[in-house]
């Protein structure tokens, strides 16, 4: 039996006051589920949000990181400075992270590669764009973003990956690809993942579906027998959405 997970990527939102009122909100409200629970909420409140979290099961995450473990590198945040507050998952690849910052599968390996010796959870984020999917050369541009950042992973790291497959034309969009085109494109992930990799592998790796994901549709996504979960963008920010969803699973 795969994982399951809900995350929240909280993006460029919420300040400190904000982050604790909907920590403690989604602390009180958190139903008994099989899901793992996952937020990722600003680098700046990352440390209060694990000390909010302390006595609940819901977990956090880093919605970055560099690869190197310190030095001139302004602006920046490191895997060590991450595990050193509490927090062992950091989200990579996000396309935001992609298309606004530039970051590319050879740096996308850098940093999984560091996450990894450091022992840290990965949820590894790729998706193609609208034209991909026009031209229908989204099969190949998802394969060739794992391809380039995963396949030369040893077999034992990949316990330590989480995917997340979020076509860029659904994400923030209020379009979400319907249940059967999520399913379409997970059924082919796990089936490159086998050629590649191992069968086993590809068939416990926990593949998360992420692009307008709301109450309205979680259940319908969710249902399809290689959706694992979520990685949720808006609607993470209220509580009662993001509870909604956790319990579609
Ligand atoms: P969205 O974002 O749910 O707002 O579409 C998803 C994401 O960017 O991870």
Redesign the pocket.
Same mark, same amino acid.
Not at 170 to 174: F, P
Not at 210 to 214: A, D, E, L, Q, T
């Given at each position: 039996m795969r994982t399951q997970i809900v995350?929240g990527?909280w993006?460029m939102n919420k300040n400190l006051a904000e982050t604790e009122t909907l920590l403690s909100e989604l602390a009180a409200k958190l139903p008994d589920t099989k899901a793992e629970v996952i937020v990722a909420p600003t680098f700046v409140n990352l440390a209060s949000a694990v000390k909010a979290l302390d006595a609940s099961d819901i977990q956090v995450a880093a919605q970055n990181m560099h690869f190197e473990s310190n030095g001139a590198f302004t602006g920046e945040i490191s895997a060590d400075m991450l595990l050193n507050i509490g927090v062992d998952t950091v +989200?990579l690849g996000?396309?935001?992270r992609r298309s606004i910052f530039g970051e590319d599968d050879a740096l996308l390996l850098k940093k999984v590669e560091t996450a990894l010796a450091k022992n840290m959870k990965v949820i590894f984020?790729f998706g193609e764009e609208l034209e991909d999917r026009k031209t229908e050369k989204h099969f190949e541009v998802v394969a060739s973003q794992l391809k380039n950042v995963l396949f030369g992973l040893a077999p034992e790291q990949w316990s330590k990956i989480i995917l997340?497959y979020?076509p860029v034309w659904? +994400?923030?969009?209020?379009e979400?690809a319907s249940p059967e085109q999520a399913q379409e494109m997970h059924a082919f992930i796990r089936k490159t993942i086998a050629d590649a990799v191992t069968p086993t592998i590809a068939e416990n790796v926990t593949i998360l579906y992420?692009?307008?994901?709301?109450p309205a549709n979680a259940k319908d996504i969710f249902s399809k027998p290689d959706v694992d979960g979520?990685?949720?963008?808006?609607?993470?920010l209220k509580s009662d959405d993001f509870i909604a969803i956790v319990n579609a699973i």
């Open positions: 995350a990527n993006k +989200i996000h396309s935001e984020c997340a979020e659904a +994400i923030g969009t209020g979400t992420g692009g307008s994901v709301k979520g990685l949720i963008g808006g609607a993470s």
